[in-house]
Every structure is written in C-alpha cells, then in structure tokens.
C-alpha cells in the first residue's frame, strides 16, 4: 500500500503549568536570532502552534530571568509544558536533554 507524499500539519500545543509568566518566541537557528511576535504565557494559559510534519522549528522560551531553547520535529501533535522544560534542570547551562521523543531542550542560561 502506497504512503502519502502531501505534506501535513500538526499542533505543537504549549502549556504553561507553572506559577510564573513564561515567554515563547521563535528562533532562525543559522543565526540564533529570536523572529516575529513573543507570546506571554501566564499561569495556566496555553497556545498552539501550527507546524509542518516532520519540520524542525527552534523556539526560545524564557521564565524568570532564565531562557531555555526547544527544538521540535514530530508527526503528530504533540504537548510541551513549561514545567518539564524549566522543571530543575535549568542550573546545568548548554545541557541537551528529551522531555519527549519529538522535543530536545537545551538551556542557554540566564537571560
């Protein structure tokens, strides 16, 4: 049976769990530059992105004076939660590690 070649969306759907105000904006990664709008997340709020499936898409999130890189390539729809993101491990700077099989995270430090 033949597999389908038409490209796709999905939802990336990020939720803030967390006491804080959290930031999100995207990133173009050949210059780590942040582009476009930043979105303001407080306590309880989410938003959800449309991707394309199977494309990678660099975000910069940023919660309390610390920022936090996720990069992102899945097909299907998929969950990310500030609370995992931030969740402690924030004090190692430049670590990568997987919240999820379609999210890594690496923390930049503080802001």
């Not at 989410?46 to 975000?59: D, K, M």
């Not at 940023?62 to 390539?73: C, E, H, L, T, Y």
């Amino acid at each position: 049976m033949p597999t389908s070649t038409k490209p796709f969306e999905v939802l990336l759907e990020l939720t803030n769990d967390t006491h804080s105000d959290v930031t999100i904006q995207l990133v173009h990664i050949d210059s780590g530059q942040s582009e476009g709008p930043t979105v303001l997340l407080q306590e309880g709020e989410c938003v959800s992105l449309v991707l394309n499936a199977g494309a990678t898409y660099h975000y910069r999130l940023r919660q309390m004076g610390i920022q936090a890189r996720i990069s992102v390539k899945t097909w299907q729809d998929t969950q990310c939660s500030a609370a995992k993101v931030f969740g402690g491990r924030y004090r190692r700077d430049c670590e990568t590690w997987p919240p999820s099989e379609d999210l890594a995270v690496t923390y930049v430090g503080n802001t």
